[in-house]
């Protein structure tokens, strides 16, 4: 069983900058591949972000390309997700989750992701 819990969230104003963390306990951090998601008020859960198990290749949501970036430590079992350039649309609760991969090349769907933090709340005011 991994936990995940987040970290850094916060209150910015627009164009600002935030870094969450996710640290991860319970199982070998190494062969799972992290993802971030958010979820805005009334809405969804969307999908962010993604980095593979060795941290060589990430890839992100059209919405965050080029502003959002993800990395992990595994050394820390630890998943990053630096935050720039933020828009007041990017408020939301943020969620880091784990999905049991076998190969780096693997990259998994949504519904693979099996286990979830708690959630870090991001308010960017304009």
């Known amino acids: 069983q991994v936990q995940l819990v987040e970290s850094g969230g916060g209150l910015v104003q627009a164009g600002g900058s935030l870094r969450l963390s996710c640290v991860a306990s319970?199982?070998?951090?190494?062969?799972?591949?992290m993802g971030w998601f958010l979820q805005a008020p009334g809405k969804e859960r969307e999908f962010v972000g993604g980095?593979?198990?060795?941290?060589?290749?990430?890839y992100y949501a059209e919405s965050v390309r080029g502003r959002f970036t993800i990395s992990r430590d595994n050394a820390k079992n630890t998943v990053y997700l630096q935050m720039n350039s933020l828009k007041p649309e990017d408020t939301a609760v943020y969620y880091c989750?784990?999905?049991?991969?076998?190969?780096?090349?693997?990259?998994?769907?949504?519904?693979?992701?099996?286990?979830w933090g708690q959630g870090t709340q991001v308010t960017v005011s304009s």
């Open positions: 319970g199982g070998t951090f190494s062969r799972y591949s």
């Open positions: 980095v593979n198990l060795s941290g060589g290749s990430t």
């Open positions: 989750a784990a999905a049991r991969v076998y190969s780096d090349n693997d990259w998994p769907l949504g519904f693979q992701y099996d286990y």
